[in-house]
């Protein structure tokens, strides 16, 4: 069963005038994405900086509404639902941020940061201290550290404190948004871990999103390669990472570090795709060796090439 379902989300913002323009431009962060996720699974969502992820983890989480488009969370449309009604719905979706440094406030020591949300719902206080034990342990922390503030702690013990905090409503589905992207390797590994052992154990379901292909790879069940706002490849993660079809696709996985690879980067033109005044097309357009006329003039739509496995392609369709 699909915990989430995204029906055409799309999200346009006003372009900031300049003295010299008259014309209102829009910017495209989203455009027409479709997703499932089911329940108990991971669904990787991948692309570089700017190409929309965040936005799109804003919607889900409403904290900003779609241009267009639908979201269902447990077959209910909350896409305009108002704040009194969603509230119920809420603690059912929590998100892991990207900075624990930031996230957390330097103020608040570990049971307070842990307990807001508790607090926030109107939970009992003797139920609120039973649950902070809990959720401590879980993360693999110990009660010392519901003592400390976050700047007595590890980063790696930050984000695990970011984890408890996101566990305390009992969500079903947690948004973890470059959730171990600013953590060294080793603690990298200690967190996803976490991360997968919990996911067992609970059943939660995750959006993970990275730009990390590695660590992406290591942790979803599916994959969803984001690029100007739009889903060009989605697929099994093992599909996507062993057959890439999308052009920008394999360049991404190209891209990935290795030892044969010494000091390999991404290299993609800076290429106006995201302004409606701009490319209509493909965003990718400019930088795709395989690129037609037809590319230039329209978005192409994904389809199912193999069983499980989407593309957004005119050159290969």
């Not at 077959?75 to 119920?88: A, S, Y």
């Not at 009660?143 to 984000?159: F, Y």
């Not at 006329?293 to 193999?306: A, F, H, S």
């Amino acid at each position: 069963m699909a915990i989430l379902k995204l029906i055409d989300i799309t999200k346009f913002y006003e372009a900031k005038r300049n003295i010299f323009s008259l014309k209102q431009s829009l910017v495209r962060a989203v455009y027409k994405v479709n997703l499932n996720l089911k329940q108990g699974t991971t669904l990787g969502l991948v692309g570089e900086s700017g190409c929309g992820k965040s936005t799109l983890a804003k919607i889900i989480l409403k904290l900003i509404n779609p241009t267009s488009g639908t979201v269902f969370f447990e077959d209910k449309n909350i896409t305009r639902l108002k704040e009194k009604d969603f509230r119920p719905l809420r603690r059912g979706i929590q998100i892991v941020f990207q900075d624990p440094y930031s996230s957390l406030s330097p103020r608040l020591r570990v049971k307070n940061i842990i307990s807001e949300p508790l607090i926030a719902f109107k939970t009992p206080r003797k139920e609120i201290d039973n649950r902070l034990k809990e959720l401590i342990y879980q993360v693999g922390l110990n009660e010392i550290h519901l003592e400390r503030l976050p700047h007595q702690l590890s980063g790696g013990e930050r984000q695990r404190v970011g984890i408890a905090r996101a566990l305390a409503t009992s969500p079903k589905l947690l948004v973890l948004d470059e959730a171990v992207s600013s953590l060294d390797l080793s603690t990298q590994a200690q967190v996803l871990n976490l991360l997968k052992a919990l996911q067992k154990k609970y059943k939660l379901t995750y959006l993970f999103i990275a730009h990390n292909l590695s660590v992406v790879r290591y942790i979803s069940d599916e994959v969803a390669v984001m690029y100007h706002g739009v889903i060009v490849e989605q697929g099994k993660s093992e599909a996507v990472y062993k057959k890439p079809l999308h052009p920008y696709t394999q360049l991404l996985l190209s891209s990935m570090p290795s030892p044969a690879k010494k000091g390999t980067r991404l290299s993609v033109k800076d290429v106006n795709g995201l302004n409606m005044n701009g490319i209509k097309g493909c965003g990718f357009y400019a930088n795709c060796s395989k690129r037609t006329d037809k590319c230039k003039c329209e978005i192409p739509r994904l389809v199912e090439i193999e069983k499980s496995h989407w593309v957004r392609c005119v050159c290969i369709v």
